[in-house]
C-alpha cells in the first residue's frame, strides 16, 4: 500500500518572502497546507506574503537561515513534513564582489537546513538551484546531466549546496529535489538592480514609457519559465516520494530571444521609443536551454503557462500597480 500523505501537511519555506518563495507559499496555502514561513528579509519583502497573512495555516518568523541554532529551534518546534529551502543570495554579481557573503547565504545556509532536517526527521527537502551551475555549457538543450561549469561565485556555491544534499540525502535517508531554475519571470520580480531579470526591467521600462537597453544585438535567447509553473514545481516536489535526491531543470524547453519579447511589449506599448543597443555584458552567454524531460517522466512535470500568457497577466498586474501609485 503506497504511504498516504498526510493531510494538512506543515511545510517550513525559507526566503518565503522572496520573488518565487512567496507565490511557492500561495499555492501551499491554496491547497490546505500549515505553512511557517523563515525569511530574513534581506531581500525579500513583507508585502509579497499580504495575500498569505489571510490565511489562519501561515505564519512568519524573521530570522537569517545560517543562524543554524535558531533555524534548528524554529525547525524543531513546528516540526515540519517538508523544507522548500529558497533563501539566498539571489544576485550573480553581488557574489562575485562579495563572495563571502554568497558563501554565508548559499552554502553555510544549505548545510544549517541539513542539520535541522536531519535532527527533526524531515521527510522532504526541496532545494532551489539554478540553470547558473551549467555555466556557458554549448551542449543544449541542456540534461540535468550535462557537464556542469559554474562561472561565479553564485553557481559555485549552488553546485556546492546540491552536492551537500546528496551526500546528507544519502546519508540520513530523506528524499531531496533540488529544482534548477532557468530564467523566471512574472509578478514581485525586482527591477529596481540593472542585473534584475531581463523581464522585469523590460516591463519596468514599457509601462514608464521609456526604450528598453538591449546588450548585444537581442538575438540571445533564454529559457523563460513563469513563476506560477515554478512555484507549482516546488509544491510538487515537496510531497515527492521518490528516494534519495534528484535534480531536475525547470524550465520550458523553449528558447525566446529578446528581440521577440520586445515585439510582444511593443504590441502593448507601441509609443514607447525605439531600442537602445549597447555592447553585449562581458561574460554573457548567448543561449541558454534546459531539457524539461526528466522532471516531466520522473514527477509529471510540465510547464503550463505560455509565454504570451505569462506576460500579459504579468503586465496586468504591473500596470494595476502602477496605476495606485499618487
Ligand atoms: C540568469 C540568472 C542568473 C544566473 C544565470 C545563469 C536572472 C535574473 N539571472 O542570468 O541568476 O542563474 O542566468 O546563466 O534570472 N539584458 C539586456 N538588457 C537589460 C537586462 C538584461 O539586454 O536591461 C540581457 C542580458 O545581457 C542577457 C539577457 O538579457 O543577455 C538575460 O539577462 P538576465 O540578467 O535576465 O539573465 P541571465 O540569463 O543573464
Known amino acids: 500500500m503506497p504511504e498516504e500523505t498526510p493531510s494538512p501537511r506543515r511545510v517550513l519555506v525559507t526566503g518565503g518572502a522572496g520573488f518565487i518563495g512567496s507565490h511557492t ?10 505553512v511557517l514561513v523563515v525569511d530574513s528579509l534581506a531581500t525579500g519583502k513583507i508585502e509579497n506574503l499580504d495575500s498569505a497573512s489571510a490565511f489562519s495555516s501561515f505564519r512568519f518568523e524573521q530570522l537569517d ?8 529551534r524554529t525547525t524543531e518546534a513546528f516540526r515540519p513534513h517538508a523544507i522548500i529551502h529558497l533563501a539566498a543570495l539571489v544576485s550573480v554579481q553581488e557574489s562575485i564582489q562579495n563572495p563571502a557573503l554568497n558563501f554565508e547565504r548559499n552554502v553555510l545556509a544549505t548545510q544549517s537546513v541539513i542539520d535541522a532536517a536531519q535532527r527533526c526527521q524531515v521527510e522532504n527537502v526541496v532545494f532551489a538551484s539554478s540553470a547558473a551551475i551549467y555555466g ?5 538543450p541542456l540534461k540535468e546531466s550535462a557537464e556542469k561549469r559554474p562561472l561565479s561565485p553564485y553557481g559555485g556555491a549552488k553546485l556546492a549546496s546540491e552536492a551537500l544534499l546528496l551526500a546528507a540525502a544519502n546519508t540520513y535517508h530523506f528524499t531531496v529535489t533540488a529544482n534548477r531554475y532557468f530564467n523566471v519571470y512574472g509578478p514581485r520580480q525586482d527591477p529596481k538592480s540593472p542585473y534584475s ?5 523590460f516591463l519596468d521600462r514599457f509601462t514608464q514609457g521609456i526604450a528598453p537597453t538591449v546588450f548585444g544585438d537581442g538575438a540571445q535567447t533564454r529559457d523563460f519559465i513563469n513563476v506560477q509553473d515554478v512555484a ?3 509544491v510538487l516536489a515537496a510531497s515527492s516520494t521518490l528516494p534519495g535526491f534528484h535534480a531536475f531543470n525547470v524550465c520550458t524547453g523553449k528558447a525566446t530571444s529578446l528581440l ?3 515585439d510582444v511589449l511593443r504590441e502593448h506599448f507601441p509609443n514607447v521609443p525605439e531600442t537602445t543597443f549597447k555592447e553585449a555584458r562581458a561574460g554573457d552567454i548567448i543561449h541558454s536551454l534546459g531539457s ?4 516531466r517522466g520522473k514527477l509529471g512535470f510540465r510547464a503550463q ?4 500568457e505569462g506576460l500579459a497577466h504579468y503586465l496586468q498586474t504591473t500596470t494595476s500597480v502602477t496605476s495606485q501609485l499618487p
Open 25 to 34: 507559499v500561495d499555492q501551499l496555502l491554496a491547497q490546505g497546507d500549515e
Open 65 to 72: 537561515v545560517a543562524r543554524s541554532d535558531a533555524f534548528c
Open 136 to 140: 556557458d555549457n554549448p551542449d543544449l
Open 197 to 201: 531579470g531581463v523581464m522585469s526591467i
Open 232 to 234: 507549482r514545481m516546488n
Open 260 to 262: 521577440d519579447i520586445i
Open 292 to 295: 524539461p524531460e526528466s522532471a
Open 305 to 308: 503557462v505560455s509565454l504570451n
